[in-house]
């Protein structure tokens, strides 16, 4: 048997861009050289059509009788919406996300890469004195809380470039996923409203995730704490703390028990029944060793009477995992089980517990990380650029292997297989 799956994320995942927002010290306006790289950045120079931008302008205009009827006051408004101007390149990113169809090994082998591994500790190492602080205060582990953030934001690079409150008008505007952006601006206005952060310093994703965990405006006001009693809950700042101690807080009101694990490899029987298998099938811990259940690596079982449940992604011959409630706390925060699997399985190899004892089935389809590098390294060398060797198939990878299978008569498909990669040894 083998899993497959559709990865999806919340909006607390979405579109990890690749320069951080900055922080420290909150300065109003932008302006000068600074003001230029960074409209270049946003996509302003990209002169959108006039019609665009005086139909957003007369939409805002209309937004902000429904922001004071909701108690935004008119300072507020006129310093958010001071600086904003409809946005191409926010409707070009949402226009732009790929659809990841992968086996969970291919999403697990990134998302739990050495590379995430190792910051993973050394960021614990740099904060933990904050970390255990937050530990103590909302009784969530310190090594899942460093997992979350390194799965949202690589531990604190890629927390988004695009200014919030021209995003989320741009996307409200152009009535993208209807009511649920406009239910973002007007919690962002909220954020401005109480002293948080200043419409220059609010950025984040072309989705409205802001911050070193990706907290969408309305979560913010829901679970963002100020930990470091300045007064302000910071999670834009290079410092990591508030955002940190917001994460534990979301999980921690999400149902975390702390020192439980949210899932821990197990050995599987021979002839083990896989029907008692799935989330909602629940049995202690116990009522599983008695079936022959077996912990599978140094990583202990929960207590004998945890209620947990089974889960076989990868069929009988793959891994298996007991789940507890902390899983579905997880699943609170990103509602994919690939996700949730992700965060846990980061947590415990930061802890330094070793990774899967049962790989995943050997026939499962598609190229492992190292062979993807190997792929784009050798299209490069024929002559076929794919703009760097990072092991991501995106649109450029997907170029380059239309230019060579054409190339070579071969059937133009733009998709990476072994067949492909056997091709290219070959040269």
Known sequence: MRFSFRHTVSFAALALVLASCGGGS?????GGVAQQSQEIKWGRNQ??????????????????????????????????????????????????????????????????????QTN??????????????VEASFGVDKEVVTAVWGMESTYGERR????????????SYEGYRGSFFRSQLMAALRILQAGDIDPAHMTGSWAGAMGHTQFIPTTYLSYAVDFTGDGRRDIWSNDPTDSLASTANYLAKSGWQHGLPAAVEVKLPAGFNTGLAGKGK??????????????ATSRPLPPAGTSTELLIPGGPSGAAFLITRNFHAILRYNNADSYALAVSLLADRIKGYPGLANPWPADAPGLRLE????????????????????GNVGSNTISAIRSYQSSRGLPVTGEPSAALLDQLRRG
């Open 26 to 30: 909150y300065a109003p306006g932008r």
């Open 47 to 116: 002169n959108p059509p006039a019609a665009k931008v005086a139909g957003m302008n007369a939409w805002v205009e209309g937004f902000k009788g429904q922001a004071r009827s909701q108690g935004i006051s008119d300072a507020t408004l006129q310093f958010a919406f001071r600086d904003v101007v409809y946005n191409p390149e926010v409707v070009r990113r949402s226009q732009n996300q790929a659809e990841f169809k992968k086996s969970l090994w291919e999403y697990l082998e990134n998302a739990v890469s050495e590379k995430r």
């Open 120 to 133: 993973g500790r050394a960021a614990l190492s740099q904060y933990n004195a904050p970390l255990s602080r």
């Open 160 to 171: 988004g470039d695009l200014p919030l409150i021209e995003a989320l008008s741009t996307l």
């Open 282 to 295: 629940r049995r202690s811990v116990a009522e599983w060793q008695s079936l022959g259940v077996r912990q």
């Open 371 to 390: 062979q993807r590098k190997e792929m784009q390294r050798l299209l490069t060398a024929r002559g076929f650029d794919t703009n760097g060797v990072d």
